[in-house]
């Protein structure tokens, strides 16, 4: 499976945006699904994941209530939608897929490039 994310761009605090990611492959409804981002300056950090038909979601605790993922099986796509944004949000976005869930980016064997989010205060 091939990765592609989209939606980055820049934002005001308290804005919306929706992130999807893309999946060419027809392997991808085998997967766990999960978001990561990389804030400037630091670590890669685990955002949100999913399972592979959709039924598990789990989140970074801090980001709980803000972020939902979701995942088409069909069209096969995943989406974060993210809600309240915060500049402490502004990071480099990626999906990835792996064989379970985890929060381990190690755990995850493909990765899409990455898209940007700004989020100006």
């Known amino acids: 499976v091939q990765l592609q994310a989209s939606g980055g761009g820049l934002v005001q605090a308290g804005d919306s945006l929706r992130l999807s990611c893309a999946a060419s492959?027809?392997?991808?409804?085998?997967?766990?699904m999960a978001w990561f981002r990389q804030p400037p300056g630091k670590e890669r950090e685990f955002v949100a994941g999913?399972?592979?038909?959709?039924?598990?979601?789990y989140y970074a605790d801090s980001l709980k209530g803000r972020f939902t993922i979701t995942r088409d099986n069909v069209e096969n796509t995943v989406t974060l939608q993210m809600n309240s944004l915060k500049p402490e949000d502004t990071a480099v976005y990626y999906c990835?897929?792996?064989?379970?869930?985890?929060?381990?980016?190690?755990?995850?064997?493909?990765w899409g490039q990455g898209t940007l989010v700004t989020v100006s205060s």
């Open positions: 990835a897929a792996g064989p379970y869930a985890s929060s381990w980016y190690r755990d995850f064997t493909v």
């Open positions: 492959g027809h392997t991808f409804g085998y997967y766990t």
């Open positions: 999913i399972s592979w038909r959709g039924g598990d979601t």
